[in-house]
């Protein structure tokens, strides 16, 4: 059973800067794909950032293309989300999410899914507040 725990969100001005990280506990952290999703109130769930098992393969939504960085270290269980240059359209929850039974890459042939509902497990989130 794969555990996922999000930390690394706050409350920070327009311009700056904070790094999320996801912690994962169960099988496999680097046999599987992995992305951060964010949701704002009254809005769905969207993609953020996507990232292959070993890290080879990035996706970033255009929205966050050159500001987000999203990065994973297999040794150590964790996945980041480098964030540059906030916006306060930013201000959202953000989610980790884990594809530990490889149902993105058999629904879409690829590492990710811009729809949320073939990542099998997700964090609890954490909230990410930029003022202006």
């Known amino acids: 059973q794969v555990h996922l725990v999000e930390s690394g969100g706050g409350l920070v001005q327009a311009g700056g800067s904070l790094r999320l990280s996801c912690a994962a506990s169960?099988?496999?952290?680097?046999?599987?794909?992995m992305g951060w999703f964010r949701q704002a109130p009254g809005t769905g769930r969207e993609l953020v950032a996507a990232?292959?098992?070993?890290?080879?393969?990035?996706y970033d939504a255009d929205s966050v293309k050159g500001r987000f960085t999203i990065s994973r270290d297999n040794a150590g269980n964790t996945m980041y989300l480098q964030m540059n240059s906030l916006k306060p359209e930013d201000t959202a929850v953000y989610y980790c999410?884990?594809?530990?039974?490889?149902?993105?890459?058999?629904?879409?042939?690829?590492?990710?899914?811009?729809?949320?509902?073939?990542?099998?497990?997700w964090g609890q989130g954490t909230q990410v507040t930029v003022s202006s």
């Open positions: 990232i292959s098992w070993s890290g080879g393969s990035t």
């Open positions: 169960g099988r496999g952290f680097g046999s599987y794909a």
């Open positions: 999410a884990a594809d530990p039974y490889g149902k993105v890459e058999r629904t879409y042939g690829s590492a990710w899914s811009l729809k949320p509902q073939p990542y099998d497990r």
